[in-house]
């Protein structure tokens, strides 16, 4: 379980821009479950997400992971545990220009010291399960939206994460590619893996993959509709 504790995010603290994106939220998220937060732009559903994958540290509050408390940890342990734990598809994917796919992929699993023969041979596995076999070597910026979305989702499960984390993954795809992305995290959920989807697409949040919606406006959690 994921468990959230009273958490807030304060930026510019004490200046006269202070803004809380985050504000006392607490939640509790069951594992092997696909959870999406909806909200408008601007909600907090991004923060959010940056402070469960362990991207950034709550002004206050604590969160814990597997019941272990991630938001003390030193810098180092937080980064083992997000290379370890989480894996993040971003919303415009952040693929890096001027390297392959497969370099893609490979690139955040090469601090952990692992042969190179081992990681790209994992990497190319992935990149088969996702249809992808024919695009190894294709530059970031020679594939289509389709594509990039695949070698982001392969880049998010190098590492064998438990925990996938997507901000709005879909905001900038046509309604065949969203559901093709559907159907990947169900095929994910199925396997075990926990899914974390910041989306106010009704395609992502109104899908069979999804188990629980928790919305959020104002940095405050304000409801749970019921499942149909």
């Known amino acids: 379980m994921i468990d959230i504790r009273n958490v807030s995010k304060v930026f510019n603290a004490g200046r006269p821009n202070e ?4 504000a006392g939220v607490s939640l509790h998220l069951t594992f092997r479950e696909a959870t999406i937060l909806k909200g408008p732009s601007g909600s907090g559903k991004t923060t959010l997400l940056s402070l469960i994958g ?27 545990i997000r290379r370890s734990t989480f894996g993040f598809i971003f919303q415009r994917f952040n693929l890096l220009r001027g390297f392959t796919a497969l370099e893609n992929v490979i690139a955040p699993a090469l601090p952990e ?16 399960m996702l249809d992808l076999d024919n695009r190894y070597d294709a530059k970031a910026e020679w ?23 997507a901000d709005e993954p879909t905001a900038h795809l046509d309604e065949k590619l969203s559901g093709e992305f559907i159907a990947i995290m169900e095929i994910l959920k ?28 104002h940095g405050e959690v304000v409801g749970e509709p019921a499942r149909p």
């Open 190 to 217: 199925k396997e075990g893996k926990t899914i974390i989807i910041a989306s106010h697409d009704p395609l992502v949040y109104e899908s069979t993959l999804t188990d629980r919606i928790v919305v959020i406006r």
């Open 113 to 128: 010291g692992e042969k190179y023969s081992s990681l790209k041979k994992r990497a190319i596995n992935i990149l088969g």
């Open 54 to 80: 362990c991207m950034t540290r709550p002004t206050s509050g604590r969160i814990f992971v597997d019941n272990r408390e991630i938001t003390s940890l030193p810098e180092r342990f937080l980064t083992g």
């Open 19 to 22: 803004f809380t994106a985050i």
């Open 143 to 165: 594939l289509s939206g389709g594509e990039a979305q695949r070698v982001a989702i392969a880049r998010a499960l190098i590492n064998n994460p438990s925990i996938v984390i």
